[in-house]
C-alpha cells in the first residue's frame, strides 16, 4: 500500500475506493510480510468496522481519513482487542474502553486492522525486548527496526498501513522513524491525551504518529491532539497542523546542536546532517551552532527518572486484577511474586529493580532527586537555545538500525543509543524525526534521521519543517521499504 491515508481518504470520498476494500489489502500485506514480525495481532472486527465507515459517509458524515487502515501500538488500548504490551503479563488482557486518541481516529474514519509489537512495556531501543518474538528491519532483515515502537514504524515503513501510532518516552517514536525511513513525531507534553495508553514513565510519555508524507503526519496530529476531559495533563491549546503545510522556512532560524556532532556519529548520519543544513539554508532559513552542554548528562538523568516511574507504574501488574496470575500459590506474598516473576521479561525486571532502587531511602537523594535537577537544567539549556533559534538540529540516532542481538548483552550501550532522543521528553518539548538520506553498510542501504526540535507548543512549526524539505527534495528520501 503506498498511497498515503490523504490520497486513500481521497480516493474513497469520490467512491472510487470501498473501505472494505482498503482494510483487506492491508491484511493482505499483513501476511504477505508476517516474517517482519509487526504485529502482534490484528483485529478480527475490521471488515465490519470499514462497513461501519461506509455507512457513516452514505449517511452524509464528513470523515477526513475515510476508510484509511492503520496500526497502532500494542500498549493503546482499542476495545474488543487484546492489549499485550508485548508482555506475558497482560498476553490475555482484553480492553474494556479505547485510548483517546484512537477513538479519535476511529471518529474520524480509520479502520484499526493491527495491535503492533513493541519492546515489553516500552522499554527498549530495538524492538527485541518483546515476549511475541523480535521485530525485523524491512530494509535488512538481520537488523533491529529500533524501539520501542519498532511494530508501528515497520508497518508503515514496510507499506502494510499508511500511518500507525506509536508512543514515545525517551525516543521511541522518533529512532524507529529514522531507523525505518518515515516520519515520526513526539508532540509536547500534553497536547495528545495519554488516556488509555498503559503507563510506563508518566511524566515522560506521549502518544506520536509515523507517515510516509508530511501532509499526513499534519493530518494525523489534526485528528488525534487536543483538551481531553480523561487525561489531566492534556493542554487546552487546539490543533492547527494542516494550515502550517503551507508555511515557508524562509527566515527561520536553526540551531545546530553541538554536543549532537561531536563524536560517535556514523559518516552517513554526519552527511545527512549537513545536507538537510545546507538544503534550509537555500530556502532562505539560517543556521548555527547552539550549545545544549546537558546533553551529555541526558541518558543519565532519563535513565533515573524513567526507571523510577516504571517501578511504580508497574506495582499494579501484580496477578491479583487483570495480569498473569501464577498457578499454585497458597498465600498473597508467594502468588505476587511467583507471577511477577514469570509474568516479566528480563528488562522489564532490570528497570523494576533500578527504579526501586533509586528511590529508595539513602539512595533517593543520590539518584532521583539528582536527576530531577538534572532535568531542570535540561529545561533551561533548552530555554536558552530558545531564546535563539526557531528550532534545534541534532541526529535522530548516532547511527543507522544496529544488528539484531548487537547490544542486547550490554544494556548500557543500548541506553546510550538514546542520546539524541531523551532531552526532548525530559523538557516536554516536541520533536520530529525527518527521513534525510541513506546509508550504505556492509552493502545494504539503510534510512537515515535528523531530528528537529521546537519550543513546547511549537509543533505545527515542525510540519512546516518536514513539508518544505520534503518539497525541495522532491521526496527522495522517502521511499517504501524493499519487499522480500
Ligand atoms: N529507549 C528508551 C527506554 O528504553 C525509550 C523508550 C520509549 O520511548 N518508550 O526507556
Known amino acids: 500500500m503506498s498511497a498515503s491515508a490523504s490520497q486513500l481518504a481521497q480516493l474513497v470520498l469520490q467512491g472510487q475506493r470501498q473501505p472494505s476494500d482498503l482494510v483487506e489489502e492491508a491484511f493482505q500485506q499483513i501476511s ?3 516474517h517482519l514480525g509487526a504485529l502482534i495481532s490484528t483485529v478480527e472486527g475490521a471488515p465490519e468496522q470499514a462497513q461501519l465507515v461506509a455507512k457513516r459517509l452514505r449517511a452524509g458524515v464528513s470523515l477526513p481519513l475515510a476508510g484509511v487502515p492503520v496500526v497502532v501500538k500494542d500498549n493503546l488500548n482499542v476495545k474488543g482487542t487484546r492489549t499485550t504490551c508485548g508482555s506475558r503479563a497482560l498476553e490475555n488482557y482484553h480492553s474494556p474502553y479505547t485510548a483517546t486518541a484512537v477513538q479519535r481516529l476511529i471518529e474520524a474514519g480509520a479502520v484499526v486492522v493491527g495491535k503492533a509489537n513493541m519492546d515489553e512495556f516500552a522499554m527498549g531501543s530495538s524492538s527485541e525486548n518483546s515476549a511475541f518474538g523480535v521485530v525485523r528491519n524491512p530494509w535488512d532483515h538481520t537488523r533491529v527496526p529500533g524501539g520501542s515502537s519498532g511494530g508501528s514504524a515497520v508497518a508503515v515503513a514496510a507499506g502494510m498501513v499508511p500511518v500507525a501510532l506509536g508512543s514515545d518516552t525517551g525516543g521511541s517514536v522518533r529512532q524507529p522513524a529514522a531507523f525505518n525511513g ?26 506520536g504518529p509515523f507517515a510516509r508524507s508530511a501532509e499526513d503526519l499534519a493530518l494525523l496530529m489534526d485528528v488525534i491532539s487536543g483538551p481531553d476531559a480523561r487525561d489531566a495533563t492534556s493542554l487546552e491549546t487546539l490543533p492547527a497542523f494542516r494550515a502550517a503545510l503551507t508555511r515557508e522556512v524562509r527566515g527561520m532560524k536553526f540551531g545546530l546542536v553541538r554536543e549532537a556532532l561531536e563524536g560517535g556519529n556514523t559518516p552517513g548520519v554526519r552527511a545527512a546532517v549537513e545536507q538537510i543544513c545546507t538544503l534550509l539554508e537555500s530556502l532562505g532559513a539560517s543556521v548555527a551552532e547552539v550549545g545544549l552542554p546537558t546533553l551529555h548528562y541526558g541518558v543519565a538523568a532519563y535513565y533515573l527518572i524513567a526507571t523510577p516511574e516504571a517501578s511504580s507504574n508497574l ?3 501484580d496477578g491479583m486484577v487483570y495480569s498473569h496470575r501464577a498457578a499454585g500459590q497458597t498465600d498473597v506474598n508467594s502468588s505476587m511474586s511467583s507471577s511477577r516473576g514469570a509474568a516479566f521479561g528480563p528488562e522489564v525486571k532490570r ?3 533500578m527504579g526501586t532502587y533509586a528511590l529508595s531511602s539513602g539512595y533517593y537523594d543520590a539518584f532521583y532527586a539528582k536527576a530531577m535537577k538534572v532535568r531542570r537544567l535540561v529545561a533551561d539549556d533548552f530555554a536558552r537555545a530558545f531564546g535563539h533559534f526557531d528550532a534545534l538540529i541534532t541526529p535522530t540516532s548516532p547511527f543507522p538500525a544496529f544488528r539484531l542481538g548487537e547490544k542486547t548483552h550490554d544494556p548500557l550501550s543500548m541506553y546510550a543509543a538514546d542520546i539524541d532522543t531523551v532531552m526532548v521528553n525530559l523538557a516536554g518539548v516536541p520533536a520530529l524525526s525527518i527521513p534525510a538520506g541513506y546509508e ?30 520534503e518539497d525541495a527534495t522532491n521526496k527522495a528520501y522517502l521511499r517504501l521499504a524493499p519487499q522480500n
Not at 515520526?184 to 508518566?202: D, E, H, I, M, Q
Not at 519550543?455 to 512549526?461: F, I, K, S, T, V
Request: aromatic share 10%; no cysteine.
Open 32 to 34: 504477505l510480510q508476517a
Open 182 to 207: 518515515v516520519y515520526g513525531f513526539k508532540p509536547t507534553y500534553g497536547r495528545v491525551s495519554r488516556y488509555g495508553l498503559v503507563a510506563y514513565a508518566s511524566s515522560l510519555d506521549q502518544i
Open 315 to 317: 506495582a499494579r501488574y
Open 351 to 353: 528497570r523494576i529493580l
Open 440 to 469: 550504505t553498510l556492509e552493502g545494504r542501504e539503510l534510512p537515515v534521521g535528523v531530528q528537529f526540535i521546537a519550543p513546547a507548543l511549537g509543533d505545527e512549526r515542525l510540519v512546516t519543517i518536514a513539508k518544505a524539505i
